[in-house]
Nanobody, 115 residues
């Protein structure tokens, strides 16, 4: 059974940075394309970034140049470095496979960007 646990969220001022982490249990992580997703109040969950097993990445237009996704297959972890944060980045952030598996959604980690 796969379990995904996100961490690293918090309150940050506009222009600040945060580094999110996702720890995955289960062997499926190392062979999967992983993604970071986010959901703001009243909005649908959206895909923010993806990374393949080999390290190829994609980003939503809204975060290109500001966010960086990375992974450590040996440690079953995936990270999201978020720089130059904006108020519109406020959301709960989740990791999951890409495409996502319903049963894999964790609790997420809250990011609030506010002065």
């Amino acid at each position: 059974q796969v379990q995904l646990v996100e961490s690293g969220g918090g309150l940050v001022q506009p222009g600040g940075s945060l580094r999110l982490s996702c720890a995955a249990s289960g062997t499926i992580f190392s062979i999967s394309t992983m993604g970071w997703y986010r959901q703001s109040p009243g909005k649908q969950r959206e895909l923010v970034a993806t990374i393949t097993r080999a390290g190829s990445t994609t980003y939503a237009d809204s975060v290109k140049g500001r966010f960086t996704i990375s992974r450590d297959n040996a440690k079953n972890t995936v990270h999201l470095q978020m720089n130059n944060l904006k108020a519109e980045d406020t959301a709960v952030y989740y990791c999951n496979r890409n495409p996502p598996v319903v049963n894999f959604w964790g609790q997420g980690t809250q990011v609030i960007v506010s002065s």
